[in-house]
């Protein structure tokens, strides 16, 4: 299978200094691509990024586009 364009972000806590506490759901990494890939290539590189981030989650928003017939 083709992937034709991901985006990839890693959500995670940050230390406020102004508010003295951690703010929770802040975007820290941001990768993605309209160049695409085949799948057994992006598998491989959400795991790195998973394992580089300590990730614990994933979620998926995926959308197919169905092919159009010429008349």
């Given amino acids: 299978m083709y992937i034709d364009k991901y985006f990839i972000e890693v959500k ?6 102004k508010k003295d506490k951690y703010d929770k759901d802040v975007g820290k990494v941001t990768i993605g691509s309209n160049e695409g890939l085949q799948h057994r290539q992006f598998i491989p590189l959400l795991e790195e990024i998973m394992e580089a981030h300590d990730g ?5 928003n995926v959308v197919i586009n169905q092919h159009e017939y010429q008349k």
Avoid: A
């Fill in 56 to 60: 614990c989650t994933v979620e998926f």
């Fill in 12 to 17: 995670g806590e940050k230390y406020n200094d």
